[in-house]
Nanobody
Framework: VQLQASGGGLVQAGASLRLSCAPS???????VAWFRQAPGKEREFVAS????????YYADSVKGRFTISRETGKNTVILQMNSLKPDDTAIYYC???????????????WGQGTLVTVSS
């Protein structure tokens, strides 16, 4: 399984970015999640979506600002990030698993990561 992540960049605080993740295969029970890792910090859960039901989960730090969705026809998961803050600066990774977990160690399949930098 391969996941292709894209969409990162450099923006100012308050701006928006749209990240995309394209898994090479996905099933109705699959969970596709976004994690992020800031310099010197551990990788942390950001948001996830169950492919079939579309149910979503968010970290408290991004609720109300980030939205995760899927485009079933394109096998793509979108992370729309609004009102970005400098604290959102990190490498963002997408990952796929059969069931939801907030622990990155439990994910076997990962994308290559895309850098998001938010300047103040």
């Amino acid at each position: 399984v391969q996941l292709q992540a894209s969409g990162g960049g450099l923006v100012q605080a308050g701006a928006s970015l749209r990240l995309s993740c394209a898994p090479s295969s996905v099933f109705s029970s699959s969970v596709v999640a976004w994690f992020r890792q800031a310099p010197g910090k551990e990788r942390e859960f950001v948001a996830s979506i169950r492919w079939g039901r579309g149910s979503t989960y968010y970290a408290d730090s991004v609720k109300g600002r980030f939205t995760i969705s899927r485009e079933t026809g394109k096998n793509t998961v979108i992370l729309q990030m609004n009102s970005l803050k400098p604290d959102d600066t990190a490498i963002y990774y997408c990952a796929r698993r059969g069931t939801l977990s907030y622990d990155p160690r439990e994910y076997k399949y990962w994308g290559q990561g895309t850098l998001v930098t938010v300047s103040s």
